[in-house]
């Protein structure tokens, strides 16, 4: 089953020959529902030409709708991620209105890059949702997509633990992290990959946790150990009053404030850290979903300089947030 990054086109594409029109099909879900038995979306293109048969639609936007990420959910042994972090799509195509394929995608909330090209996608039977060459610290967990296997169990691997699990349906499952150089998936004599995670004891700043969506789709952990800064901007609207009488109170003012709102903004350092976490700054600038010690926060720095050992010598990342709500709930 090919799995997509839908914050990425993806194109599914209709080439007949000698075909006049071509509509396709898109049928969307969650696991734990019904697949719907009618599309949620039919589009149909006539073909532009008759020396130009090929028609195409993008797909992945149609898929964000089923697709809700809110908090990660620590867990401390293999466990299914929360079903709204992805879904399936269906998408049967038709050339003139006779059915050419069918076919079932999982639609992971992740991107692909440019120079990857167009229409990237993986048929993998494991599929890692973070980089398995950057050392993380103080991750709760990483997400790996794992097709049904009825014939084998895996074994997540992880410090001095040893969990066994079966995978009797499609899932996206959460795997605790260990502090330690072994953190590592397997079935039978395969070894899919191993993460390297360790603690930092941090003995002068409060560590803050973020939590973020990755470029893979998968809840992602980075933690600030250094300094950080908080402020407030406040707004407000002002109008002048009429006095009361000729002999007004001079202690009440000649302005009224209304609609008086405030927004906290926070400066957090990562540390010293390796080389290539420059990918998860990247990752963390444009993720869309974003929480900072488990609030919600917007990121409010619009870019970050590439640094290198060579150049730097230690590396430290300084990033700026809002919290994505007002000091004063005017929730209505």
């Known amino acids: 089953m090919k799995k997509i990054f839908i914050r990425s086109p993806y194109f599914i594409e209709i080439d007949e020959e000698a075909q006049t029109t071509a509509k396709i099909e898109i049928f969307l879900w969650n696991k734990g529902t019904s697949e719907p038995t009618t599309p949620n979306y039919t589009l149909s293109k006539n073909v532009p030409s008759i020396n130009q048969n090929k028609l195409s639609w993008n797909v992945a936007n149609y898929a964000k709708e089923f697709i809700k990420p809110i908090a990660p959910v620590t867990v401390s042994v293999p466990t299914e991620e929360n079903v709204n972090t992805w879904c399936y799509m269906r998408v049967v195509s038709y050339s003139d209105d006779v059915e050419i394929l069918d076919e079932v995608y999982v639609c992971l909330n992740g991107y692909t890059q440019y120079l990857d090209g167009y229409n990237q996608s993986t048929e993998d039977e494991v599929v890692l949702l973070a980089n398995e060459d950057i050392k993380l610290t103080h991750n709760k967990y990483i997400n790996v997509w794992i097709d049904e296997d009825l014939t084998a169990d895996y074994a997540w691997i992880t410090g001095g633990s040893d969990y066994d699990f079966s995978v009797t349906e499609n899932s996206l499952y959460k795997l605790p992290l ?6 590592r998936l397997e079935k039978s004599s395969t070894i899919y990959f191993n993460i390297v995670s360790n603690e930092i004891c941090e003995v002068k700043y409060t560590p803050i946790t ?8 998968g809840w992602q952990f980075l933690t600030f150990f250094k300094a950080n800064s908080s402020s407030i901007d406040v707004t407000s609207k002002d109008f002048n009053m009429l006095p009361s009488s000729i002999n007004y109170n001079v202690l009440q003012g000649s302005k009224k404030i209304f609609n008086s709102q405030g927004k906290q903004k926070i400066k957090c ?9 420059f990918e998860l700054i990247q990752d963390l600038l444009l993720s869309e979903t974003v929480l900072l010690d488990n609030k919600p926060v917007i990121v409010k720095s619009q870019s970050s300089e590439y640094k290198t050992n060579l150049k730097d010598k230690n590396i430290n990342y ?5 919290y994505n709500f007002g000091l004063i709930n005017d929730v209505i």
């Open 178 to 183: 260990n502090y330690s150089n072994i953190n």
């Open 269 to 277: 350092n990562t540390g010293w850290v390796d080389e290539n976490y």
């Open 210 to 217: 973020c939590t973020f969506i990755n470029r893979f789709g």
């Open 318 to 322: 300084e990033i700026e947030f809002e």
